[in-house]
């Protein structure tokens, strides 16, 4: 007895409370939390943009120790990584919600803002030409927000930016990516441009998905290159973007290294290893590069919720609770956003000196990724189902949870 209401009380902060009463007012949704979350990072980018006034607007908050690369290319990072994130939620059929008059507002927004990313008459028009490596990364994640919600995207564009994007991204492929989680940036510029009806560069594509797979060294986890690093990058990047890539071979008659169905397989048993990197408090370690992403780092359980559901053991109530209350933890500290509300470098916080060469405050807003599953209707089991524990809220309560141990999935099965 002793034992369940330890249990119990540990729940509470964690229980879908809708009917539940706090002070006179109900309890936020977690559904509502996000919702929230996602258009007060959203708002500020995709207002001033549909306006033209991104670049005018947007305070720039640059690396101590930038490398001097062209500052322009944060525009780019801001504008792709957000719209990465959040297009699935935006592809929702409109409603008289309060949720569905915010989501109708950013589309309206992120419509126009799409066209002055590519209109040479715009203040805001993108950094597509030029010597600066990195507009290939950040093309990349432009061209994934497409691929992820072409009916909400890139179906209700103009026929002049359809081929201004066209045009745009065929200058990527003069980049030479660096030998690394770049080839993925790549191979998803093609994977576009298969998607808008041009001829693909046949070489690239399947070039660039044997040399990730070569990189798979076990246990749901992919080298980032010859050498093996610890961070999160096969969250921000390299599992996300290699089963994209893998599936436009399929649908496209292209063969693959593997199925797409086994790096799938791959992704869900390195989400049950991230989804065991929350704390029972509801946080994760800052380590590796790049952490000032934030929750970036929980892209690949996202991107299972909202299009393959969740791996064996976990489920929907423990995983919608413990990234709601990470979300809170990291956002609700002070510093997270500059008075423009713009986001800030850091990690929870203002934290500059957590950001690497490249990082700037446009690179932050890879933070979006987690807001992949707004993209399922509200009355989804995602949604719905009863908060439970997440896995470390289980062990450090006394109740049982999973075992864990290597899998093999290196071969097509």
């Not at 950094?127 to 990349?140: K, P, Y």
């Not at 970036?296 to 909202?306: D, K, P, S």
Request: glycine fraction near 8%; charged fraction near 20%.
């Amino acid at each position: 007895m002793k034992q369940f209401f330890i249990v119990l009380m540990l729940m509470l902060p964690f229980m879908p409370l809708q009917a539940k009463k706090q002070k006179g007012n109900v309890v936020k949704s977690d559904r509502e939390v996000w919702v929230e979350w996602a258009y007060k990072i959203a708002a500020p980018v995709l207002e001033n943009m549909a306006k033209g006034e991104l670049q005018k607007n947007m305070e720039l908050e640059l690396s101590p120790i930038w490398d001097n690369r062209d500052k322009r290319v944060a525009y780019m990072e801001t504008f792709g990584r957000l719209m990465d994130g959040i297009t699935p939620w935006l592809a929702l059929p409109d409603d008289d919600t309060k949720e569905g008059q915010m989501r109708k507002q950013l589309r309206e927004w992120a419509l126009l803002a799409y066209k002055n990313a590519v209109d040479p008459n715009s203040p805001d028009m993108l950094l597509w030409g030029g010597r600066e490596g990195q507009r290939l990364v950040d093309a990349a994640f432009l061209a994934e927000s497409f691929l992820r919600a072409p009916e909400a995207t890139w179906e209700k564009l103009d026929k002049v930016t359809q081929q201004r994007y066209v045009e745009c991204f065929k200058l990527m492929r003069s980049i030479r990516p660096a030998y690394s989680n770049w080839l993925l940036f790549r191979g998803i510029v093609e994977c576009f441009l298969v998607m808008a009806g041009e001829q693909p560069d046949m070489l690239a594509m399947p070039i660039v998905a044997n040399k990730i797979n070569e990189w798979y060294v076990g246990d749901g986890w992919y080298s980032d290159g010859p050498e093996f690093a610890i961070d999160y990058y096969n969250a921000f990047v390299i599992q996300p973007m290699f089963v994209e890539l893998l599936e436009t071979m399929e649908s496209h008659r292209m063969r693959g290294p593997i199925s797409a169905e086994l790096a799938v397989k791959r992704m869900q048993r390195y989400n049950v290893f991230i989804e065991r990197l929350i704390s029972p408090e509801g946080t994760f370690p800052a380590f590796g590069r790049s952490i000032v992403y934030r929750m970036g780092a929980f892209q690949t359980l996202a991107m299972a919720a909202w299009k393959y559901g969740l791996p064996e053991n976990l489920t929907n109530g423990g995983v919608r609770s413990a990234l709601t209350k990470v979300m809170n933890n990291m956002f609700n500290v002070e510093g997270n956003f500059n008075a423009g509300g713009y986001l800030t470098l850091g990690f929870a916080g203002h934290q500059t000196g957590l950001a690497n060469s490249y990082s700037n405050n446009g690179s932050a807003y890879l933070t979006s990724f987690v807001f992949l599953p707004l993209g399922l209707p509200a009355d989804h089991p995602f949604w719905t189902d009863p908060a439970q524990p997440w896995t470390q809220l289980k062990a450090w309560s006394g109740q049982a949870f999973p075992i864990d141990g290597h899998v093999s999935l290196r071969y097509n099965r």
